[in-house]
């Protein structure tokens, strides 16, 4: 009889100690997440009462450098590479190029609307097309090199490869020229043309100069638009 007075006695400390470990245990659960949310709320007191800066941020000013009233609308407008020059067409006709503080180089009269101007890469040789019908290049000091023929409609815009070497024009209703530089001195020469649906109003050469993107628009109903890459 005493041992079974023994043995259930350890039993039964065995299951007291059993519900103590299970109690402390909860216990400490509950004062970890107890802690965690008192964190969690210090920390958002904390970001509330912490003032907002008051430092004031930089402003970007823009200084007008000069101006120029050339008694036109102007279409275009462009920078030689070396960002010592501007090209600038006007609706009047008139091709006009200054120096970076505002200075006219020279200017040349193409008797309708300048609607395109373009930069050779190396800044070298300067395009402009327009209302007039054609692409002429003339070099950055306004000597006249090189023309297309007369294409019968407005060329809208024009584009140098990055290699230097050629032109793209785009018209009224087709994308006409890639032009050869190196036959500068008279008439350029035509080294294919596509003549995509609608209106090319604009033209830019892939980086590399293996692709030409074309932007069209076109009127059927409404007016619609597509990119072509050739």
């Keep these: 009889m005493k041992n079974i007075k023994v043995y259930k006695n350890n039993v039964a400390n065995k299951h007291l100690k059993e519900l103590i470990n299970k109690y402390i245990?909860?216990?400490?659960r509950r004062k970890a997440i107890k802690l965690t949310q008192l964190l969690l709320i210090s920390m958002l007191i904390l970001a509330l009462i912490t003032p907002i800066s008051t430092k004031p941020q930089p402003t970007i000013?823009?200084?007008k450098l000069w101006d120029k009233n050339l008694g036109s609308?102007?279409?275009s407008i462009a920078w030689s590479?070396?960002?010592t020059k501007i090209a600038v067409g006007t609706e009047d006709g008139f091709l006009y190029i200054f120096n970076n503080t505002g200075k006219l180089l020279w200017n040349e009269k193409l008797n309708l609307g300048v609607e395109g101007v373009s930069w050779s890469p190396d800044g070298s040789l300067l395009a402009a097309c327009g209302k007039f019908g054609k692409v002429v290049v003339y070099t950055s000091l306004g000597v006249h090199v090189g023309e297309t023929e007369q294409l019968g409609y407005n060329v809208l815009s024009v584009s140098w490869s990055p290699e230097n070497m050629y032109l793209v024009a785009?018209?009224?209703k087709v994308i006409k020229y890639a032009i050869p530089v190196r036959a500068l001195g008279g008439s350029l020469s035509k080294v294919w043309e596509v003549?995509?649906?609608?209106?090319?109003?604009?033209i830019a050469w892939s980086p590399d100069g293996h692709v030409i993107a074309l932007g069209t628009g076109y009127f059927?109903?409404?007016?619609?638009?597509?990119?072509?890459?050739?």
């Design 61 to 63: 000013k823009l200084v």
């Design 73 to 75: 609308i102007i279409h």
């Design 81 to 83: 590479p070396d960002g």
């Design 170 to 172: 785009a018209g009224d």
């Design 195 to 202: 003549d995509p649906p609608g209106y090319v109003y604009s």
């Design 220 to 230: 059927s109903g409404g007016w619609h638009g597509k990119v072509y890459l050739f």
């Design 25 to 28: 245990t909860i216990t400490l």
